[in-house]
Every structure is written in structure tokens, then in C-alpha cells.
């Protein structure tokens, strides 16, 4: 058994759609970003490469390649859980948070939890994914930008 932490944050921006675990968020404002800034993904993918010690999300999708320039997170995943099954590993399950004062998250978790679990071929018990507000601390709290952080449970392949 492995165990990956990972974590993301992006500035909130006008003119862009929030995106937060490959479902669209009502906002005023989106994720500002080279790709669709998706933080939730963006964690559940750093947390599944640490698990694997297979680098981060950076190193397998760099900000200065152009070919990312406003790739669809889900996409990104998808490629990601190539990565560690080829390292010979498979995931047991995701536990995730997002941090964020606003919008109101949680009519949209079943959604996220569910596009998750179909790119990842997991059931969606294997998934959780929760929200929290800062209470108005911090950059979230202040409304500038959306935290998420992801643990992830992996184990060997059968053989």
C-alpha cells in the first residue's frame, strides 16, 4: 500500500468557468489558470503521482506546453491514471476536500464524485469528496481563490 498527498490553488478571475472536479459551477467567476484550473483534479492527480513516486503534475503536464493550454482537467486524470497503472499500481480510494467561502458546493459533489469515479473506472464509494469554507480566513475566505487537497490510497496490481 501507498499513500499521496496532494494539493492546488488557483486565483478566482472574471471570464472564465469555475470548474471544480470536471463539472461546471455557477460563479461569477472561474479558476485562473493554464488549463481549465481545476484545483480538485489537480490535487487528486499530485495526490495519485506521489503515491506512485511518479513526480507531480507539473513534471507529466508543464504549464509552458502549449499542447495543455486550456485542457480539460478530466482529460489530464485520465492520463494520469495510465501513469501509475503503469508503474504497476491501482487505486483503493480518494479522499479529497476543496476549500472555498463560495459558491455553495455541495448540490455539486455527487456530480464531481461521479465524473471522477467514471474517468478512473472506480465505483463511486471509492471517492469522497467534501467542501469547507475558510470562515472567511485567507485567500479563500477573501473570495480571491479555491484551495483542494486530495490523500490517495493506492496498492500494487495483481500480478
Do not use: W
Not at 477573501?142 to 493506492?154: E, F, S, T, Y
Amino acid at each position: 500500500m501507498r499513500i499521496g498527498l496532494g494539493y492546488d490553488a488557483h486565483r478566482l478571475a472574471a471570464g472564465r468557468k469555475l470548474v471544480l472536479g470536471g463539472v461546471t459551477v455557477p460563479h461569477e467567476k472561474g479558476l485562473h489558470g493554464h488549463s481549465d484550473a481545476d484545483v480538485l483534479v489537480h490535487a487528486i492527480c499530485d495526490a495519485l503521482l506521489g503515491a506512485a513516486a511518479a513526480g507531480d503534475i507539473g513534471t507529466h503536464f508543464p504549464d509552458s506546453d502549449p499542447a495543455f493550454k486550456g485542457i480539460y482537467s478530466i482529460d489530464l486524470l485520465a492520463r494520469t491514471q495510465r501513469i501509475i497503472k503503469g508503474k504497476g499500481y491501482r487505486i483503493i480510494n480518494l479522499d479529497a476536500t476543496i476549500i472555498a467561502q463560495a459558491p455553495r458546493l455541495s448540490p455539486y459533489i455527487n456530480d464531481m464524485v461521479a465524473k471522477v469515479a467514471e474517468t478512473l473506472n472506480l465505483v463511486a464509494g471509492c471517492i469522497n469528496i467534501k467542501a469547507t469554507t475558510t470562515e472567511g480566513l485567507g485567500f479563500e475566505g477573501r473570495k480571491d481563490g479555491i484551495a483542494a487537497m486530495c490523500v490517495a490510497l493506492l496498492d500494487e496490481l495483481s500480478p
